[in-house]
């Protein structure tokens, strides 16, 4: 399966809306860029049909360096 990038997304939608690829471009990156603020502020977003997305606080977890061993 592979996996989807940024710029197939916009070659995608700008295939099927008939926009120029720049023009989808900015809109992606846009879009990106308001559900990445939202989430770092702490807000919940809810896309009906697409999924819902909230940050989450974990608390940390001992962790080895595998190169140095630390």
């Given amino acids: 399966?592979?996996?989807?990038t940024k710029q197939d997304l916009i070659q995608e939608a700008s295939r099927s809306s008939g926009r120029s690829q720049s023009e989808t471009r900015?809109?992606?990156?846009?879009?990106?860029?308001?559900v990445t603020d939202l989430l770092e502020a702490g807000r919940?977003?809810?896309?009906?049909?697409?999924?819902t997305f909230?940050?989450?606080e974990r608390k940390?977890?001992?962790?080895r360096n595998p190169r140095t061993g630390e």
């Fill in 60 to 63: 940390p977890r001992p962790a």
């Fill in 26 to 34: 900015v809109v992606v990156e846009e879009f990106m860029k308001v």
């Fill in 44 to 51: 919940m977003i809810e896309i009906r049909g697409f999924g």
């Fill in 1 to 4: 399966m592979k996996n989807v």
């Fill in 54 to 56: 909230y940050s989450k």
